[in-house]
Nanobody, 124 residues
Framework: QVQLVESGGGLVQTGDSLRLSCAAS????????MSWFRQAPGKEREFVGG???????YYAESVKGRFTASRDNAKNAVYLQMNSLKPEDTAVYYC??????????????????WGQGTQVTVSS
């Protein structure tokens, strides 16, 4: 069965960096676009960034220039390097998969499998 498992979250200070990982299994990983979303307490889940099977990326404006998505198709893994973290980045971070192009990539309903999430807390 399809599984997505995130790891790498933690408690850091403003300006620090973290690298999140998402291990995928149970499907042909290299044929899917993978994205990261986040959800802060009391807020809706929001798109953070995505990476296509070939390595093309797209980011939310709020993280552009600070976050970088990457993937290793040989290891069935996708990563999110987060630099210059801010308190407003505090959230549970999820990875998710979808078929197809970048059309509607920010739309939650266009993804069919999600991980369980990993908590990122940035203290001021």
């Amino acid at each position: 069965q399809v599984q997505l498992v995130e790891s790498g979250g933690g408690l850091v200070q403003t300006g620090d960096s973290l690298r999140l990982s998402c291990a995928a299994s149970g499907y042909s990983f290299s044929t899917y676009l993978m994205s990261w979303f986040r959800q802060a307490p009391g807020k809706e889940r929001e798109f953070v960034g995505g990476i296509s099977w070939s390595g093309g990326t797209y980011y939310a404006e709020s993280v552009k220039g600070r976050f970088t998505a990457s993937r290793d198709n040989a290891k069935n893994a996708v990563y999110l390097q987060m630099n210059s973290l801010k308190p407003e980045d505090t959230a549970v971070y999820y990875c998710a998969r979808r078929k197809g192009s970048w059309t509607s990539v920010v739309t939650i309903d266009s993804y069919d499998y999600w991980g369980q999430g990993t908590q990122v807390t940035v203290s001021s």
